[in-house]
């Protein structure tokens, strides 16, 4: 299993390449996120797509209402129940987003050089001459030579159904544009996005508020995707709007970057999140094209170091219409990977794709093959380094499991934790084996009732590079006798040797609480 991992540095040997690649338990190491949508909500499409490595499926509510959102969860949690497969449950929000209302949902053809006007005036209908837009403040956020794209929900980039605009005057409220292309945008809702301009919608709209609180509430979501992050302010707002709503004061925040402001504030932005998602396609319309590798770069780092969830989108945008990604998007998806992101995150891909399993089955594939040559050991003392001395206390505890698993070989390090802490410390070390999360519940009361946690911290481990959670029995504490400690290691075993993951004589690193001490041990099995 370990011979498997080469590094960049070395020469690869060419046959090496063509050997085909074994299937494992675990498609990858790094996490695919899947929109679910048209193309991907019967029981039979989501199993496929569980299977095929997603584990996270992400709803969308910048379309469709919550209960067509909510008959697709309950085929979500059939299929979880039929693949015996973990998913955890990611609300993204609409925030600050200009959207075309086209209602009649008549395609509507651009032509190059002529002109078109935007206009806050909803009630009309959209046509090649006008096009109403839900935002009343368009007219005061432009001036004349901005450059506003529009592009169908979730747009592919591919130019026939996406239109670049020039603002060539502003006339009271509506604004007057030259098109630059000619395009032919179809379908109910496009996205209007202008570049590098400041768009005075709050990031938690009321529609979001409503939203999580009714939808969220009753399906205890694990994770919240923030669209349109500008400042670390919005993310205390959802934080504190959350606390209030019963559950969700456990549900993590993901911050979306997707434009120059964002991008300006993101340190702050990092400290406050839970982890962060690139949302590479509308930041790709803010930047110029040549600097946005270099911001997925020094992002992708950020998380790392900060031991945050890094989220990367919009990477196999063909898949939409074709059975294979371009060479650029395979190269895309390994440099993502080998670039330090946790998860994939899939959107038009699976939503309305014509192959939502062959994708994610594709882009799981990738990812194992880049993490065969992903540099682990300089990884390993970058983090390190970036840490400093002292330590704290888990840290050296954390980064000692990952170091001694590497020198032992051993073929996956088994974490015990109630609060998901420490395996999440483990994994920010990216080890090149598994780590299996056993998530001990812990009792809990509201002076009502008592209720056991432990499922949102093992469903949120679904996001992170190299983490795979198992769920312990309740009455098997996580801080406790050695007996009781033997008996969940051996669940824990036997759910590796039934993965696939351990057999007899590999060795095996725990990393447990005992009392008040923490402790790293080496195990190695017998027949």
Known sequence: MHSTHLLLEEPIRMASILEPSKASFFPAMTKIVGTLGPKSRSIEVISGCLKAGMSVARFDFSWHDPAYHQETLENLKAAVKLTKKLCAVMLDTVGAEMQVVNKSEKAISLEADAIVVLTPDKGQEASSELLPINFDGLSMAVKKGDTIFIGQYLFTGSETTSVWLEVSEVKGDDVVCVIKNSATLAGSLFTLHGSQIRIGLPTLTDKDKEVISTWGVQNKIDFLSLSYTRHAEDVRQAREFLSKLGDLYQTQIFAKIENIEGLNHFDEILQEADGIILSRGNLGIDLPPEKVFLFQKAALYKCNMAGKPAVVTRVVDSMTDNLRPTRAEATDVANAVLDGSDAILLGA???????????????????????????????????????????????????????????????????????????????????????????????????????????????????????????????????????????????????????????????????????????????????
């Open 349 to 527: 891909e699976t939503l309305r794709g014509l192959y939502p399993v062959e994708t994610i089955s594709t882009v799981g594939k990738i990812c194992a093959e880049a993490e065969k040559v992903f540099n682990q050991d300089m990884y390993f003392k970058k983090t390190v380094k970036y840490v400093g001395e002292p330590m704290t206390h888990l840290e050296s505890i954390a980064s000692s499991a990952v170091r001694a698993a590497i020198k032992v070989k051993a073929s996956v390090i088994i974490c015990f934790t109630s609060s998901g802490r420490a395996a999440r410390l483990i994994a920010k070390y990216r080890p090149t084996m598994p780590v299996l999360s056993v998530v001990i519940p812990r009792l809990k009361t509201n002076q009502l009732k008592w209720s056991f946690s432990g499922a949102f911290e093992a469903r949120q481990s679904l996001i992170v590079r190299g983490l795979f959670p198992m769920l312990a029995d309740p009455r098997h504490p996580a801080e406790s006798t050695s007996a009781s400690n033997e008996s969940v290691l051996k669940v824990a075993l036997d759910h590796g040797k039934a993965a696939g993951v351990i057999k007899s004589h590999d060795r095996v690193v725990v990393c447990q609480k005992v009392g008040d001490a923490s402790v790293v041990k080496i195990i190695e099995l017998e027949d």
